[in-house]
């Protein structure tokens, strides 16, 4: 039997990027963006315990070495006054000009070093912020034009970079957040599984693990349940960005459970069953405001997927797990379907 989280086990984190002005690749921005002061007051009042960060959004990129203690320093002062503590540091390398090609797999050594610096650099951050959790989304490494780049070499570089991160710091950990696409057409390494593969030929796979988007698992035809089970078996579910998906889109992080609430279920489902959150990982959502919503509301899709979750969390304890399992054994799947929709109309 696996091991049972407790009711209220749960910590939540979003990032600052999840309060945001509304931009999208087709229009401006919509609403005047928020402070850092202001956004960790409302994720505090909505019970968020935790912050994500880019690199960027603690430490400015033009910061020199000197500047960068004392802002850091500052950031984790604001933290402190709210009550809050940093999950962890994402290097924006996607959003520099020098990554174009992407940085890590670039054919330019000068750019693959830069990358490695910057990884560094993330690490600096971390410390300072209070955090040994970097997370690598690698979100230009792949190719528009398959032919531009030899993938075996990429593939090198990738596992050079994590490596030099590992050496550079025997504290950090690296979660790897995988993606099959957008903005890149194709990615090189696009889901848990190659993530995880990679992993184990690091110099301390002890010390990388996963980051799973439901999206991510969505945009890759998955069930973010099952690649959620499957890093939890390797212990490498250490991070979630729940949120979901209308299908094979663009990757639009709606609010948890908006799109399809029996697979939010199944997600909330393994998280409980695993004992995610008993080794300090964070229940992380990665959602976004629709466009539409007014800057006063336009918290509301934060609050609405907490709720979800921890609604679904009450259902995955109430759940009459003897008939669910009666169904099981009886092969009577018809029935055991009905029973979870049953359950999720709430009857
Ligand atoms: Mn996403």
Redesign the pocket.
């Known amino acids: 039997m696996p091991q049972w989280s407790n009711k209220g086990d749960f910590k939540f984190s979003a990032g600052p990027w999840n309060m945001h002005p509304g931009a999208d690749p087709f229009g401006p921005p919509v609403r005047p963006e928020r402070s850092m002061v202001e956004k960790f007051k409302i994720l505090k009042d909505l019970g968020f315990d935790y912050i994500q960060f880019h690199d960027d959004d603690a430490v400015p990129d033009e910061a020199s070495v000197g500047e960068r203690e004392s802002i850091a320093g500052k950031m984790k002062t604001l933290l402190d006054d709210h009550g809050l503590q940093a999950e962890f540091v994402a290097p924006r390398l996607w959003e520099d000009a020098r990554g174009i090609d992407g940085p890590v797999t670039s054919n330019d050594p000068a750019v693959r070093q830069w990358a490695i610096e910057r990884g560094k650099r993330a690490v600096d951050v971390a410390h300072l912020l209070g955090t040994n959790r970097i997370v690598w989304w690698p979100a230009r490494e792949g190719t528009y034009i398959r032919e531009s780049k030899d993938a075996i070499a990429s593939f090198e570089y990738m596992l050079d970079w994590a490596n030099a991160l590992l050496e550079y710091d025997p504290n950090i950990r690296i979660l790897g957040e995988m993606?099959p696409n957008e903005p890149m057409d194709l990615m090189y390494l696009p889901s848990t599984g190659h993530w995880l593969a990679l992993a184990y030929k690091t110099k301390d796979p002890s010390r990388v693990g996963a980051l799973i988007?439901?999206?991510?698992s969505i945009l890759l035809g998955l069930d973010p349940s099952d690649e959620f089970a499957y890093a939890a078996f390797h212990n490498k579910l250490w991070g979630v960005?729940l949120?979901d998906?209308n299908g094979l889109k663009y990757?639009?992080?709606k609010a948890f459970g908006a799109v399809d609430l029996r697979r939010a279920f199944n997600q909330v489902d393994v998280l409980v069953r695993h004992g995610y959150g008993q080794n300090g990982e964070v229940v992380g959502l990665?959602v976004?405001a629709m466009r539409t919503q007014p800057a006063e509301i336009s918290y509301l899709h934060l609050k609405h997927s907490k709720e979800v979750f921890l609604d679904l969390m009450e259902l995955c304890h109430r759940i009459d797990r003897n008939e669910w399992q009666q169904y099981v054994t009886a092969r009577d799947y018809e029935s055991l379907e009905r029973f979870i929709l049953r359950n999720l109309m709430g009857k």
């Open positions: 993606k988007e439901s999206a991510h960005h949120n998906q990757d639009q992080d990665d976004k």
